[in-house]
């Protein structure tokens, strides 16, 4: 397993940006697919964005398209999810997330293994 370390939450305004960062350690952060899911109160957990094994697929939830960006350095291990335009419904906790299996792209919680213990944003309007 992995493990995953998430930073760079914190309160912005509504159109802000955040940048937050996930550093990983323990395995060969190169062998996993990365992800970025986040948590509002009373929700259920919900997929963000993934990134493949090398950077050079990723995938995003409709809600976000267009204003976040995922992308990793596997040199520094580790995975960043750029925020801009944020939006009160932003608000949550984001979470980390590692797979090595072939099913990354799918948003689906159950098909990543390793996970960080989450950073909370919060956007105000």
């Known amino acids: 397993q992995v493990q995953l370390v998430e930073s760079g939450g914190g309160l912005v305004q509504a159109g802000g940006s955040l940048r937050l960062s996930c550093a990983a350690s323990?395995?060969?952060?190169?062998?996993?697919?990365m992800g970025w899911f986040r948590q509002a109160p009373g929700k259920e957990r919900e997929f963000v964005a993934a990134?493949?094994?090398?950077?050079?697929?990723?995938y995003y939830a409709d809600s976000v398209k267009g204003r976040f960006s995922i992308s990793r350095d596997n040199a520094e291990s580790t995975v960043y999810l750029q925020m801009n335009s944020l939006k009160p419904e932003d608000t949550a906790v984001y979470y980390c997330?590692?797979?090595?299996?072939?099913?990354?792209?799918?948003?689906?919680?159950?098909?990543?293994?390793?996970w960080g213990q989450g950073t909370q944003v919060t956007v105000s309007s």
């Open positions: 997330a590692a797979t090595r299996g072939g099913y990354w792209y799918t948003g689906r919680t159950s098909d990543f293994s390793s």
């Open positions: 323990g395995r060969t952060f190169s062998g996993y697919a």
């Open positions: 990134l493949s094994w090398g950077g050079g697929s990723t």
